[in-house]
């Protein structure tokens, strides 16, 4: 059974950073991209960030670009997103993407068919 499990997520002020993990366990990532999607209340799930299966390549959403950074360690079959600068708009559940369709930073989140169950990140102002 494949499992993604995010951790990291919780409540800080605006301009505070927080680290966002999500550990993948039932198969290895290492050869897919991942990714992070959020869903804000009473809005659709958006693309975030994601990152090839070689870490050399990253993708981010305007919104984040320059706050948020997308990083994986395929030993530890692990993706990270180290969030700085986060503004009360980041308000969101974040959900970590795993996709064994493509092994590329893709925004496209029917690409992504293994997914976790989120972790709630709340900026307040």
């Known amino acids: 059974q494949v499992q993604l499990v995010e951790s990291g997520g919780g409540l800080v002020q605006a301009g505070g950073s927080l680290r966002l993990s999500c550990a993948a366990s039932?198969?290895?990532?290492?050869?897919?991209?991942m990714g992070w999607f959020r869903q804000a209340p009473g809005k659709e799930r958006e693309f975030v960030a994601a990152i090839s299966w070689n870490p050399s390549s990253t993708n981010y959403a305007d919104s984040v670009k320059g706050r948020f950074t997308i990083s994986r360690d395929n030993a530890k079959n692990t993706v990270y997103l180290q969030m700085n600068s986060l503004k009360p708009e980041d308000t969101a559940v974040y959900y970590c993407?795993?996709?064994?369709?493509?092994?590329?930073?893709?925004?496209?989140?029917?690409?992504?068919?293994?997914w976790g169950q989120g972790t709630q990140v709340t900026v307040s102002s």
């Open positions: 993407a795993g996709s064994s369709l493509t092994r590329w930073a893709t925004s496209t989140s029917d690409l992504y068919d293994y």
């Open positions: 039932g198969r290895t990532f290492s050869s897919n991209g």
